[in-house]
């Protein structure tokens, strides 16, 4: 039977230095001796690039072939100039916030203190008249200075004040409220401001009369203020900035003088609710 080669494989013996330079005689020998070595060469199959793509695309990559395997060019690293920034961002948020964390704690500010004072009734007048609709009933005119006062016990930080809140109750009858100015307490130092609430020409019908009659009395008439406080420390920011909410209610009763002209208090007391 005639034995057909492939003609793209071919196997030739090559003899081993030390046994040629021993034995010349060996030359003409059988290639079978087991200190021959069995080379194999392969062709490469079209798919792959020849010799002249290497050529002009040195990028490409040598392949290499053994007897069983062949080695697989190596993969690209994964890291990039993206993963680099990327690390280097968060190693940075990450030394940043705990650098705030510990000025924050270095420098903690204290709960900072409020207190309340109403200061006097600078206009209170119950005049009679008829509204919009001829409906007879008493009409209010009233005017208030109050005191806040703030105690910032923070020897770095000071105390920013959102416009304060001024309610004035009748019973459940809300007759004047008032929005006050934005605020600053300075560090370690108690501060007093001077905030006003009033009304002008408000129809009082039934309340009204019965105001009235109750100034005349020894008891006098108890009147409800009510102030609702917002307060923070800017630390960083808006980063560590906290918040404190404060309520404050006081009870007084005003009556008239003794030449029964002018509304005075006779009567205080505030107490600080949250």
Known sequence: MERREDPCSSNYFVESPSTVFHDPESEFQSPTRSDSALLVLSCVNNEFPRHSDFLRNPENKCLYEDDEKMLVPPLQSSNSGWWIVLQIGWRFLFS?????????????????????????????????????????????????????????????????????????????????????????????????????????????????REMDDMLQSRAGLPLILRMSIISDFRVVWNIINPKYHHKVECLLFLAYNDMHIEVMVIREKCRLVS
């Open 96 to 208: 940043f916030g705990v650098a705030l964390l510990v000025f924050y704690i270095a420098t903690q500010p204290p709960h900072p203190n409020i207190s309340f004072r109403i200061g006097r009734f600078n206009q209170f007048m119950l005049e009679e008249g008829v509204d919009s609709h001829g409906a007879p009933t008493k009409f209010l005119t009233c005017n208030c200075s109050t005191k806040l006062i703030v105690d910032n016990k923070s020897n770095v930080f000071g105390l920013h004040i959102h416009p304060p809140s001024i309610k004035f109750f009748f019973g459940p009858l809300n007759f004047a409220k008032a929005l006050g100015p934005k605020l600053y307490a300075l560090s370690h130092e108690s501060t007093t401001f001077q905030l006003y609430i009033g009304t002008k020409n408000r129809a009082m019908y039934g309340a009204g």
